[in-house]
């Protein structure tokens, strides 16, 4: 058992290595993915509404 937990130890501990060496690329990454589905959403809603409104649906 023993043997199992030092084995994940050891895996998460290079997988933290790995992200230290990135620095600030997957901060900048998610931010990045973030924004463009926030736009999209945007767009999309903005979409959604104009058909509503055009439909006589928007409450």
């Not at 199992?4 to 900048?28: E, Q, R």
């Not at 736009?39 to 903005?46: D, S």
Request: proline residues 2%; positive net charge; charged residues 10%.
């Amino acid at each position: 058992m023993q043997q199992i937990y030092f084995a994940i130890g050891h895996f998460l501990d290079n997988s933290f290595k790995i992200l230290v060496t990135m620095d600030w690329m997957p901060v900048v990454a998610i931010s990045i993915l973030l924004g463009v589905g926030l736009v999209y959403w945007l767009n999309m809603q903005g979409k959604y509404n104009a058909a509503a409104k055009r439909d006589g649906t928007l409450i």
